[in-house]
């Protein structure tokens, strides 16, 4: 079993930023993958970036260039920094650790952008 528990979420005003922080706990040494996700009002599930152990990322196209992901591998933390943020970005961001054989989720944390 893997916990997730995310932090710094919150309110920001339209242009600011965000560091978002994930750490996990449990029975996995080396998680394969770690990524996060959003879902906004009435709106899909979506995912922002991911980031391997081996240190390969991917983003979704629409957050690439603002958006940042890294990892503190043996401590099995991910962090998304969030930068020229908008209404549009308003969303519960959650966090996954996830391989061939297990697939967490964290409980989400809320991201509100103010204009």
């Not at 893997?2 to 919150?10: D, I, K, N, R, Y």
């Not at 600011?16 to 879902?39: D, F, P, V």
């Not at 995912?47 to 196209?61: F, K, Q, S």
């Not at 970005?89 to 697939?103: G, I, N, P």
Request: aromatic fraction near 10%; hydrophobic fraction near 30%; include cysteine.
């Amino acid at each position: 079993q893997v916990q997730l528990v995310e932090s710094g979420g919150g309110l920001v005003q339209t242009g600011g930023s965000l560091t978002l922080s994930c750490a996990a706990s449990g029975s996995r040494s080396s998680i394969g993958t770690m990524a996060w996700y959003r879902q906004a009002p009435g709106k899909e599930r979506e995912l922002v970036a991911g980031i391997h152990r081996d240190g390969d990322t991917n983003y979704a196209p629409s957050m690439k260039g603002r958006f940042t992901i890294s990892r503190d591998g043996p401590k099995n933390q991910v962090y998304l920094r969030m930068n020229s943020l908008t209404a549009a970005d308003t969303a519960v961001y959650y966090c996954r650790a996830y391989s061939w054989d297990y697939d967490y989720w964290g409980q989400g944390i809320q991201v509100t952008v103010s204009s």
